[in-house]
């Protein structure tokens, strides 16, 4: 790929990075990564390029669109696109860009009909600007009053939203914006056999739920949310069930797509975010028995994180807008037996409620980092033991980074 960054770009990057010495130690070594990785307003240009240009993206789950028809609007760095199950049943993302004037077709006055980022089920898509519309395939089917100047049938060969690079891992479905990207699934060994027995593709996802405008960087959401350190200080009372002295940590090899780690239940019985933190739903059919006694926290980067426990999945997908900035939808899934039992809605209720604690706690936590980031006297270690996923995210994205600039260097 050809890269847009100019020269003064390019070597404020380099200064940057000029520093990566022990970045990726083990961790009682490691440091963290220079400061303004995480708010230059210069290094997010090349970040875009060398990642989410690049990288496999997470946009959602299959089950978010389960029959056909379903239409679900997204913005994936900077660009509209909609997940999309065909009335063959296959699921599909594509451009959401008109191919006429270039109106996005969810946007605009065809927002205003809807909640933002809803579900539209319609059998057709259809720009509200000129009201071309599109199959769900993505071929041109109508175009009014365009046959003074080029017949339909011409358009109609001719004419289609871009389709983008799409794969489905355990029913997650990533897209890249590179054409000539590697296979994803070779680099999720870890976690294709973490799940498994987990029947992801199968588990039912709620509505979600969409934060805007959250003011920190992508990377701190991934940092803060991999490492148990804080839990006991910043989360107390929510988190004891799964206390960071249970924490455990493997290695990261060269080449791997996940950063993840279990944490240890106090008992089989336990559940994050429970009132009590007793376990009030029912068990996610097939896991084994080790599964049954722990938390997974697994990384996906750039934009997936996600939290497997014995009784749902939660599923972060974050969607970064600005060096300091970024969108985040929240997916929660549990198994069709839990949604269908009695009283599912309340217990549902009491976990929302109860999460919704530890959400604005991680807030307050990674806003106030972002603002401690723009300090000239951000530190940059050392790390506990606790923490001993940071060095891994680091390694995952030096890795990316320096590549870049390898090819800019040819």
């Not at 296959?90 to 006429?100: G, K, T, Y």
């Not at 944490?263 to 009030?280: F, H, I, M, V």
């Not at 900035?325 to 949604?339: C, E, F, G, H, I």
Request: hydrophobic share 40%; aromatic share 8%; glycine share 6%.
């Amino acid at each position: 790929m050809t890269t847009q960054l100019d020269s003064g770009v390019v070597a404020r990057v380099r200064a940057i990075l000029g520093d990566l010495d022990h970045c990726t130690d083990p961790v009682a070594t490691a440091r963290l990564l220079p400061r303004e990785v995480y708010t230059s307003e210069e290094f997010w240009r090349f970040e875009k390029e060398a990642i989410f240009y690049r990288e496999w993206l997470c946009v959602g789950h299959v089950r978010e669109v389960p029959e056909p028809g379903d239409q679900l609007p997204l913005t994936v760095a900077g660009e509209p696109v909609v997940l999309l199950r065909d009335l063959s049943g296959d699921v599909r993302v594509m451009s959401a860009v008109c191919q006429h004037r270039g109106h996005p077709i969810f946007d605009g006055v065809a927002e205003k009909k809807t909640d933002t980022g809803c579900l539209i089920k319609n059998k057709r898509m259809v720009c509200p600007y000129h009201n071309w519309q599109y199959e769900l395939d993505g071929r041109l089917v109508a175009a009014p009053s365009m046959t003074e100047t080029v017949p339909v049938k011409r358009l109609r060969e001719t004419i289609r939203l871009p389709q983008i690079k799409t794969e489905i891992f355990h029913g997650l479905v990533f897209i890249n914006f590179d054409p000539d990207a590697k296979p994803l699934a070779p680099t999720l060994a870890l976690l294709d056999e973490e799940l498994q027995t987990w029947g992801l593709d199968e588990l039912v996802p709620m509505p979600f739920d969409l934060r805007r405008e959250l003011a920190w960087n992508w990377k701190l959401h991934h940092d803060n949310a991999l490492e148990p350190y804080h839990t006991a200080y910043v989360h107390r009372g929510v988190h004891e069930a799964a206390p960071a002295k249970n924490a455990r940590f493997g290695e990261w090899t060269p080449g791997d797509g996940q950063v993840m780690h279990p944490t240890y239940l106090t008992s089989e019985d336990a559940s994050l975010a429970s009132a009590d933190g007793g376990r009030k739903s029912i068990i996610i059919p097939g896991l084994g028995t080790e599964q049954r006694k722990r938390v997974m926290f697994a990384s996906v980067p750039p934009l997936l994180f996600g939290i497997f426990q014995p009784t749902m999945v939660s599923l972060s997908i974050l969607l970064p807008t600005g060096p300091g900035t970024m969108d985040l939808r929240r997916v929660n899934l549990y198994p069709k037996s839990a949604v269908e039992s009695e009283g599912f809605d309340e217990v549902y209720r009491i976990y929302k409620e109860r999460k919704q604690v530890a959400i604005d706690q991680d807030a307050a936590t990674t806003e106030a980092l972002q603002r401690g980031y723009d300090s000239r006297f951000a530190p940059r270690g050392p790390l506990s033991w606790m923490e001993g996923n940071i060095p891994h995210l680091n390694a995952w994205l030096i890795e990316r980074y320096t590549r870049l600039l390898e090819e800019i260097a040819q």
